[in-house]
């Protein structure tokens, strides 16, 4: 993990011109557990504007971002622009990007400020690192040569009052704000119509340990197991597009993933007794030029949490979300189909539902990835 620091670059928002700085939001912790010579510090100008591209690289933890006593104007998000709105804290999703806009105070300030990251978790304390990343913001003394130390330890040094981990309504609230441009110059392509529809759960399930062993799973003869529709994809010996090419995929995979939970049950409610989930290598075959809707349900088998999701190979809209057992009946009606927020990552509410829609017209073995 590391932290991509280019030279200052010019770049184009809005036909505005920033200066742009790239920062690793899950990388900071890295340097946070050192001293201060080795924590990251993003030296500012006072009365400057600055475009930070911000990449959460950590393996499956939403982290919430802010900066003390400054604002952020969000811009984009996953390479796509959406309409700019100004937050003290943002949240940002494992495989996830968001460019902000920082405006630097006006006048030298006298203080530094520290860029903080914390995780968002509503799952088990011991399952996720609870510690506060940060990185420090600093201001380059007025006239002071370039090369000059600007990092002076007698100044103040404030913190950003981050969200309780668990503050899911500031993660619903923030997500509502997330709204394509939806411009004649930036289109939002959002399917209208939908040709196949498709409803899977995702959330963590059990495997029965190997024989003759114990495991560090809920009990001492079971281990986690993440699943889709009750089913934990199994990595295949062979090349699929290959055995799909040549006629060979006898098997190789089958293709016959459920479109939709075999057995329903209340998703986000009491767990059913039995927790175990089926291995195999499913694939689903969607014909080209399909427009589908896919509504990701989370469940609270072993415990409530977000999933966050990423399709490869496309972007999607996301058309709608909310908080408990998705309803096929009431919930489409309130789809935003104007202007949704488009990405290619999304995180599945803790306890709640997410849909989404694409087209597709990427052919090829396309991986949905539930961290």
Same mark, same amino acid.
């Given at each position: 993990?590391?932290?991509?620091?280019?030279?200052?670059?010019?770049?184009? @928002?809005?036909?505005?011109?920033?200066?742009?700085?790239?920062?690793?939001?899950?990388?900071?912790?890295?340097? *946070? &557990?050192?001293?201060?010579?080795?924590?990251?510090?993003?030296?500012?100008?006072?009365?400057?504007?600055?475009?930070?591209?911000?990449?959460? $690289?950590?393996?499956?933890?939403?982290?919430?971002?802010?900066?003390?006593?400054?604002?952020?104007?969000?811009?984009?998000?996953?390479?796509?622009?959406?309409?700019?709105?100004?937050?003290?804290?943002?949240?940002?999703?494992?495989?996830?990007?968001?460019?902000?806009?920082?405006?630097?105070?006006?006048?030298?300030?006298?203080?530094?400020?520290?860029?903080?990251?914390?995780?968002? /978790?509503?799952?088990?304390? &011991?399952?996720?690192?609870?510690?506060?990343?940060?990185?420090?913001?600093?201001?380059?003394?007025?006239?002071?040569?370039? /090369?000059?130390?600007?990092?002076?330890?007698?100044?103040?040094?404030?913190?950003?009052?981050?969200?309780?981990?668990?503050?899911?309504?500031?993660?619903?609230?923030?997500?509502?704000?997330?709204?394509?441009?939806?411009?004649?110059?930036?289109?939002?392509? @959002?399917?209208?119509?939908?040709?196949?529809?498709?409803?899977?759960?995702?959330?963590?399930?059990? *495997?029965?340990?190997?024989?003759?062993?114990?495991?560090?799973?809920?009990?001492?003869?079971?281990?986690?197991?993440?699943?889709?529709?009750?089913?934990?994809?199994?990595?295949?010996?062979?090349?699929?597009?290959?055995?799909?090419?040549?006629?060979?995929?006898? =098997?190789?995979?089958?293709?016959?993933?459920? @479109?939709?939970?075999?057995?329903?049950?209340?998703?986000?409610?009491?767990?059913?007794?039995?927790?175990? @989930? $089926?291995?195999?290598?499913?694939?689903?075959?969607?014909?080209?030029?399909?427009?589908?809707?896919?509504?990701?349900?989370?469940?609270?088998?072993?415990?409530?949490?977000?999933?966050?999701?990423?399709?490869?190979?496309?972007?999607?809209?996301?058309?709608?979300?909310?908080?408990?057992?998705?309803?096929?009946?009431?919930?489409?009606?309130?789809?935003?189909?104007?202007?949704?927020?488009?990405?290619?990552?999304?995180?599945?509410?803790?306890?709640?539902?997410? $849909?989404?829609?694409?087209?597709?017209?990427?052919? =090829?073995?396309?991986?949905?990835?539930?961290?």
């Amino acid at each position: 993990m590391y932290f991509l620091i280019p030279s200052i670059a010019v770049v184009d @928002v809005y036909s505005e011109t920033f200066h742009s700085l790239t920062v690793c939001v899950a990388c900071m912790h890295v340097w *946070h &557990a050192r001293t201060h010579a080795d924590t990251f510090k993003l030296k500012v100008k006072p009365g400057k504007t600055y475009m930070l591209r911000l990449i959460n $690289a950590a393996l499956n933890d939403e982290l919430f971002f802010s900066i003390a006593n400054h604002s952020l104007t969000v811009v984009e998000v996953d390479a796509v622009y959406v309409k700019p709105f100004t937050v003290d804290t943002l949240l940002i999703a494992p495989g996830q990007t968001t460019n902000v806009l920082l405006a630097a105070k006006p006048f030298y300030p006298g203080a530094n400020y520290y860029m903080s990251a914390r995780t968002y /978790s509503t799952g088990r304390p &011991a399952t996720f690192d609870n510690t506060t990343v940060a990185g420090i913001l600093e201001y380059e003394y007025p006239d002071a040569p370039s /090369s000059a130390a600007s990092f002076h330890k007698a100044l103040p040094l404030y913190r950003p009052a981050l969200p309780q981990l668990n503050d899911t309504s500031f993660v619903g609230n923030f997500t509502a704000k997330l709204r394509s441009l939806a411009t004649p110059q930036y289109p939002a392509a @959002v399917p209208q119509t939908v040709d196949k529809r498709f409803f899977f759960t995702v959330g963590l399930g059990t *495997h029965p340990c190997p024989a003759n062993t114990t495991c560090q799973g809920p009990t001492n003869t079971t281990q986690f197991a993440a699943s889709v529709n009750n089913v934990s994809f199994v990595l295949p010996t062979k090349a699929l597009l290959h055995s799909h090419f040549t006629g060979l995929s006898s =098997g190789v995979y089958e293709s016959d993933f459920p @479109v939709a939970p075999l057995t329903p049950f209340n998703y986000t409610g009491t767990p059913p007794n039995n927790t175990n @989930v $089926a291995n195999g290598t499913k694939l689903m075959v969607i014909p080209y030029g399909t427009n589908v809707e896919l509504v990701m349900q989370g469940t609270s088998i072993l415990g409530i949490e977000s999933h966050p999701l990423h399709l490869h190979g496309f972007n999607f809209f996301v058309v709608g979300q909310g908080y408990g057992n998705y309803d096929p009946v009431n919930d489409p009606a309130k789809f935003n189909l104007v202007d949704p927020v488009e990405r290619n990552t999304v995180g599945v509410p803790a306890g709640g539902w997410v $849909a989404i829609r694409f087209l597709a017209d990427n052919p =090829g073995k396309i991986i949905l990835i539930n961290y």
